[in-house]
């Protein structure tokens, strides 16, 4: 009797320890904190709206997904452009459509953003790489710690943006 006490004993102790493993070896499922879904935030984004001689820029407001960051999703919203309804009210954007964000960095109080080349290919004079620039310009100096921004095209910056 005794035998059979023993031999059922290591039969389940064998059992339970297969079962720790096994569930050590394929833990269940933990969710990551990126799993969940982002809340969104409001960003002000400014373009320009012409006026009597002169061009003011109008500040909207866009929720964005704040990943991988505020700023390069407020500058993403900035290169779609205006809603049909802001463009109805006089809005616009002199930014090349298609025009794409390479880069976002912000250290030391400076913004450096980098576009692709599309952002040389705009026709037009010096109001309109004016209104480019400050539209920019006004989009990132929201974000706390900017004071400075440097713009570049494809990482140059010299002689980019030029009427």
Not at 16 to 32: D, F, T
Request: with cysteine; hydrophobic share 45%.
């Amino acid at each position: 009797m005794f035998a059979i006490i023993a031999v059922v004993l290591l039969t389940l102790v064998a059992a339970s320890l297969a079962a720790c493993r096994s569930s050590e070896e394929n833990p269940a499922p933990v969710p990551k904190a990126t799993d969940t879904p982002p809340v969104p935030l409001s960003v002000a984004l400014f373009f320009p709206q012409d006026a009597a001689n002169d061009i003011i820029f109008v500040m909207v407001r866009r929720n964005v997904d704040p990943r991988p960051s505020t700023a390069e999703a407020a500058i993403a919203a900035l290169l779609e452009g205006p809603t049909a309804e802001e463009q109805a009210s006089g809005l616009y954007s002199p930014i090349p459509e298609g025009t794409r964000l390479k880069s976002l960095s912000i250290a030391g109080g400076v913004a450096r953003v980098d576009f692709d080349e599309r952002m040389e290919q705009h026709q037009g004079g010096s109001v309109r790489v004016m209104a480019i620039r400050q539209m920019i310009t006004r989009t990132l100096k929201q974000f706390p710690g900017v004071d400075d921004i440097i713009i570049s095209v494809e990482g140059e910056t010299e002689d980019i943006l030029q009427p």
